[in-house]
């Protein structure tokens, strides 16, 4: 096996590596954090039973192709780390790997910040005065819970890989209790009414509703790379595969479990019309009050457990980065444990920076999940992208080695991260486009910093070409036409 870079450099000993169960746990609680519990009201809020099954359907096989495209990648690349950036650079060149890193903090941090939210939009159940997880007294605890993970983190990636290990297990519970209890509350005929919801004048066309059903699918989903992202701390490099399709296979049937389930449940406006997190109004139809409170308690528990993860893998995506050039040297600095300790702390501001943006533009949930959602298509995209240009090329592959299955896979894959680009809608991606603006200063800066070149001459039409769409983006923002945080 390669010793990565990274290890070899530091020296960090085995007992500090990531083993199959860590990595799965990484996977699994990255992707299970608060989406899950809201699940039965973002899916219902715009689309009927069928147009759902569709959306799970697409988000199925796009989903799988990505794991696909990254347990594939992990054994024939082993020598590239921290999966998405690392594929994007390594096919499409030093600008389109640097803003798949970027896209990929980007929707790490601002996910962050929607976690923080519903972390206490949850605790709401309990304590009224933090509302919808955006009031100042959310804020102020969101600041404090912020920190606290922040520091436990600093203690290094191992430590707090393994307290995301038992807060995986811990928050899976809850959601196999609920699948059970719904399997036998659930009523056909009432999952059949209005099956395609074109009866329903708020939903549209079916097209429309399958629309509306992608970013919430993705965002589940999102985390399906992590065991990619620690590449460089696995103790085996085939666990890598594995755990992508632990997490991958395990989330899908909870997914789909419990958004379809609740529509035998309550109708479709009801469920529509339910508190986030909904799960907790389903399961107190079916059981009483104690339904609500245990899914809250279990929504913080997952949060707790998200974010966590997701405050390990944004801070080790610059820190790999850095190391390489292609961000400032000052991300690839470390502590004494290991930790990339410079990454969190810049990471860590930026979420608080954005708590504070939040409680001014009085900023929701389902807003931040879906610019998160949105920065990450990039590394998606180029991530099966690069796949399928391996298989066409033939580099890392055998002498007459069938090329066309991963051909197929990467080519899904990326198809997916173009149809969610549509599906998006404008608002977001404009959002989005304004957010990776900045990031071309910083790349200007890792250039100068190595002594390369900056921009070949198609790299500098593409920076061109961002930086008009973001300041687009932001006199749309200015004048009012897109709110997407008040969404």
């Known amino acids: 096996m390669t010793i990565p870079a990274k290890i070899s450099q530091t020296g960090e000993p085995a007992s500090r590596k990531l083993r199959l169960p860590a990595l799965t746990a990484v996977v699994i609680g990255s992707m299970i954090g608060s989406g899950v519990f809201s699940l039965p009201q973002n899916m219902a809020a715009a689309a009927g039973p069928l147009a759902i099954l569709i959306g799970w359907a697409i988000t199925g096989i796009g989903v799988l192709a990505l794991a696909l495209v990254y347990q594939g990648l992990s054994t024939r690349k082993p020598e590239l780390d921290a999966g998405p950036y690392a594929y994007a650079k390594a096919g499409f060149g030093n600008f389109m790997g640097f803003n798949s890193a970027w896209g990929y903090w980007l929707s790490?941090?601002?996910?962050?910040?929607?976690?923080?939210?519903?972390?206490?939009?949850?605790?709401?159940?309990?304590?009224?005065?933090?509302?919808?997880?955006?009031?100042?007294?959310?804020?102020?605890?969101?600041?404090?819970?912020?920190w606290a993970l922040?520091?436990?983190?600093?203690?290094?990636?191992?430590?707090?890989?393994?307290?995301?290990?038992?807060?995986?297990?811990?928050?899976?519970?809850?959601?196999?209790?609920?699948?059970?209890?719904a399997v036998v509350a659930f009523k056909i005929d009432l999952f059949k009414l209005d099956f395609s919801g074109l009866h329903s004048p708020t939903l549209g066309s079916i097209l429309e509703q399958v629309k509306s059903t992608m970013l919430v699918t993705l965002w589940v989903f999102i985390g399906i790379?992590?065991?990619?992202?620690?590449?460089?701390?696995?103790?085996?490099?085939?666990?890598?595969?594995?755990?992508?399709?632990?997490?991958?296979?395990?989330?899908?049937?909870?997914?789909?479990?419990?958004?379809?389930?609740?529509?035998?449940?309550?109708?479709?406006?009801?469920?529509?019309?339910?508190?986030?997190?909904?799960?907790?109004?389903?399961?107190?139809?079916?059981?009483?009050?104690?339904?609500?409170?245990?899914?809250?308690?279990?929504?913080?528990?997952?949060?707790?457990?998200?974010?966590?993860?997701?405050?390990?893998?944004?801070?080790?995506?610059?820190?790999?980065?850095?190391?390489d050039g292609t961000m400032p040297r000052i991300f690839g600095r470390e502590n004494s444990r290991g930790a990339p300790s410079v990454s969190l702390w810049v990471t860590n501001g930026l979420v608080q920076v954005f708590l504070l943006v939040t409680y001014f533009a009085n900023g929701t949930y389902q807003a931040l999940f879906s610019i998160a959602s949105v920065a990450i298509l990039i590394p998606y995209a180029f991530s099966g992208a690069y796949a399928a240009k391996l298989a066409i090329t033939g580099e890392a592959y055998r002498a007459g080695e069938n090329r066309s299955r991963n051909l197929v896979i990467g080519g899904i894959a990326t198809l997916y991260g173009i149809w969610l680009v549509y599906a998006a809608g404008p608002a977001y991606l404009f959002m989005a486009a304004m957010l990776y603006v900045p990031g071309i200063a910083v790349y200007i800066i890792a250039r100068r910093e190595s002594g390369a070149k900056i921009f070949t001459g198609v790299e500098a039409i593409l920076a061109l070409a961002l930086v008009a769409l973001g300041m687009a983006a932001a006199y749309l923002i200015w004048s009012g036409t897109i709110s997407p945080l008040a969404s």
């Open 108 to 146: 790490a941090w601002v996910g962050n910040v929607s976690y923080a939210v519903v972390l206490f939009s949850g605790l709401s159940y309990f304590f009224p005065f933090f509302g919808d997880g955006n009031s100042w007294q959310a804020i102020l605890g969101a600041s404090a819970v912020l």
């Open 150 to 181: 922040h520091a436990l983190t600093l203690t290094g990636v191992r430590q707090a890989g393994l307290v995301n290990l038992i807060t995986t297990i811990s928050k899976i519970a809850p959601i196999i209790l609920f699948v059970a209890v």
């Open 225 to 323: 790379e992590g065991a990619s992202v620690y590449s460089a701390r696995a103790t085996r490099r085939q666990d890598i595969g594995w755990a992508t399709m632990l997490g991958f296979l395990t989330c899908l049937s909870l997914y789909a479990l419990v958004s379809l389930l609740s529509l035998g449940i309550l109708a479709q406006p009801d469920l529509a019309a339910l508190k986030n997190p909904s799960m907790a109004g389903v399961l107190a139809h079916v059981v009483g009050p104690w339904g609500a409170a245990l899914v809250n308690i279990a929504l913080v528990v997952s949060v707790l457990g998200a974010f966590l993860s997701w405050t390990m893998l944004a801070a080790e995506v610059p820190y790999v980065a850095a190391r």
